[in-house]
T-cell receptor
C-alpha cells in the first residue's frame, strides 16, 4: 500500500489554465505539506496543515490554494498557471510537526510543465 | 546566504570509500533532517536527529547543536548510494528549511 500518493504524476498544460493536484496519506498522520522543487532541485515549503488547519503559508502567490477536506487529504489548486510554475510538487506527511515529531514521508511528486 | 548550507555540492567517490557530507545551519532548530533523493526523483527520510548520533546500516548521522553543524557519513560506499542527499532544518512549528543538496556519485 502506498503511504503518500499524489495524482497526477505528470501534468502538462497551457498557460492560463487552472489545475489541481491531489494528495492522500494512509499513515494516520496529523500534518501534511506541499513542497515545490525548482529546476535546480531546491526544495521549498509552500504550505503545511495540521489537523486540517493551515499552519504554514509561505510567500506563495495567491493563485495557489491548498484545501484539506480531512486529515488524510491535502489538495493543491493552481489558478491561471504561469511558465514559472513549472516544477515538481511534492506532498508529504508527518506524525507531528516537522521540528519535533516530523519524520517526513514524501509522495512520488507531480511534475508540472506549463507551456 | 542560505540558512542551511551543505558541502560539498558535488561528490564523486570510488566504491568502498568513506563519505562525509556536511551541513551547517543558522536557524534555531528542533530537529535536523537528512533526506535522500533517488535518481528517479523519489525522496525518502534517512534521519531526524536533535542531538548526538544515529546509525542505520552503513549510514551515520551526527549533530553538534552548539556548533550548528551536522554530518552524514556513508561507510563502504556502493554505486547504489548514488543520489542527492539533502539536509533540512526543522524549526519550531512545522517549517523545514532545506539545503541545496549534495549530488553523490559512487563509481564501481
Amino acid at each position: 500500500d502506498t503511504a503518500v500518493s499524489q495524482t497526477p504524476k505528470y501534468l502538462v498544460t497551457q498557460m492560463g489554465n487552472d489545475k489541481s493536484i491531489k494528495c492522500e496519506q494512509n499513515l494516520g498522520h496529523d500534518t501534511m505539506y506541499w513542497y515545490k522543487q525548482d529546476s535546480k532541485k531546491f526544495l521549498k515549503i509552500m504550505f503545511s496543515y495540521n489537523n486540517k488547519e493551515l499552519i504554514i503559508n509561505e510567500t506563495v502567490p495567491n493563485r495557489f490554494s491548498p484545501k484539506s477536506p480531512d486529515k488524510a487529504h491535502l489538495n493543491l489548486h493552481i489558478n491561471s498557471l504561469e511558465l514559472g510554475d513549472s516544477a515538481v510538487y511534492f506532498c508529504a506527511s508527518s506524525k507531528g510537526l516537522a521540528g519535533t515529531q516530523g519524520t517526513q514521508y514524501f509522495g512520488p511528486g507531480t511534475r508540472l510543465l506549463v507551456l | 546566504k542560505n540558512e542551511v548550507e551543505q558541502s560539498p555540492q558535488n561528490l564523486t567517490a570510488q566504491e568502498g570509500e568513506f563519505i562525509t557530507i556536511n551541513c551547517s545551519y543558522s536557524v534555531g532548530i528542533s530537529a535536523l533532517h537528512w533526506l535522500q533523493q533517488h535518481p528517479g526523483g523519489g525522496i525518502v527520510s534517512l534521519f531526524m536527529l536533535s542531538s548526538g548520533k544515529k546509525k542505520h546500516g552503513r549510514l551515520i548521522a551526527t549533530i553538534n547543536i552548539q556548533e550548528k553543524h551536522s554530518s552524514l557519513h556513508i561507510t563502504a560506499s556502493h554505486p547504489r548510494d548514488s543520489a542527492v542527499y539533502i539536509c533540512a532544518a526543522g524549526e519550531s512549528g512545522s517549517r523545514l528549511t532545506f539545503g541545496e543538496g549534495t549530488q553523490l556519485t559512487v563509481n564501481p
